[in-house]
T-cell receptor, first 112, second 115 residues
Framework: EPEVTQTPSHQVTQMGQEVILRCVPI?????FYWYRQILGQKVEFLVSFYNNEISEKSEIFDDQFSVERPDGSNFTLKIRSTKLEDSAMYFC??????????FGPGTRLTVL | AQTVTQSQPEMSVQEAETVTLSCTYDTSESDYYLFWYKQPPSRQMILVIRQEAYKQQNATENRFSVNFQKAAKSFSLKISDSQLGDAAMYFCAYRIRPSGSRLTFGEGTQLTVNP
């Protein structure tokens, strides 16, 4: 069964450093998403991406964040200058649009 | 703005018994989807069940069923014959119908299954 994959599974970085989280969505899906979950809290929407552009973003998704689909398979989330409060689990998801979203296993980001 | 509320931070159930997790939501939309996701300790998000708002019939997936009360904006999850593997955090989620729209999650309910 096709699945969403994410790399790395755990990323440790120093405050102020740039990080790139990578995702490979399911191949025939058209919509791509990033969500984050701070430890012990609910899952929050960051951004959705369709037809090579951002279709919706939340108030969390400020200028420090960017997304890109550099080729036909990868979908990336970049955080330019990480802060302590960016420490969280980041989930990539994809969907064909009409059905449910399929989530990846997540990347745990730790900012020191 | 749409909101999803899960008023039970923790629940516990004996193995083989039945448990119901509560969820309420607020929306002005008439057409939407509701979901229950399971998050085990691995933190993977796993879809448990989905309900379309236009369907009056409650969704069922094996031991999992929902009680969808559209007028009351209530969407509870019933787990029958609970198993140890059901222990996880359960999130209720909502999205409007148009393709690609975001999911809004509740705060989650931590379910413990006692042997």
């Amino acid at each position: 069964e096709p699945e969403v994959t994410q790399t790395p599974s755990h990323q440790v970085t120093q405050m102020g450093q740039e990080v790139i989280l990578r995702c490979v969505p399911i191949s025939n899906h058209l919509y791509f998403y990033w969500y984050r979950q701070i430890l012990g809290q609910k899952v929050e929407f960051l951004v959705s991406f369709y037809n090579n552009e951002i279709s919706e973003k939340s108030e969390i998704f400020d200028d420090q964040f960017s997304v890109e689909r550099p080729d036909g398979s990868n979908f990336t989330l970049k955080i330019r200058s990480t802060k302590l409060e960016d420490s969280a689990m980041y989930f990539c998801a994809s969907s064909s649009g009409t059905r449910e979203k399929f989530f990846g296993p997540g990347t745990r980001l730790t900012v020191l | 703005a749409q909101t999803v509320t899960q008023s039970q931070p923790e629940m516990s159930v004996q193995e083989a018994e039945t448990v119901t997790l509560s969820c309420t939501y607020d929306t002005s939309e008439s057409d939407y989807y509701l979901f229950w996701y399971k998050q085990p300790p691995s933190r993977q998000m796993i879809l448990v069940i989905r309900q379309e708002a236009y369907k009056q019939q409650n969704a069922t997936e094996n031991r999992f069923s929902v009680n969808f009360q559209k007028a009351a904006k209530s969407f509870s999850l019933k787990i029958s014959d609970s198993q140890l593997g059901d222990a996880a955090m359960y999130f209720c989620a909502y999205r409007i119908r148009p393709s690609g729209s975001r999911l809004t999650f509740g705060e989650g309910t931590q379910l413990t299954v006692n042997p």
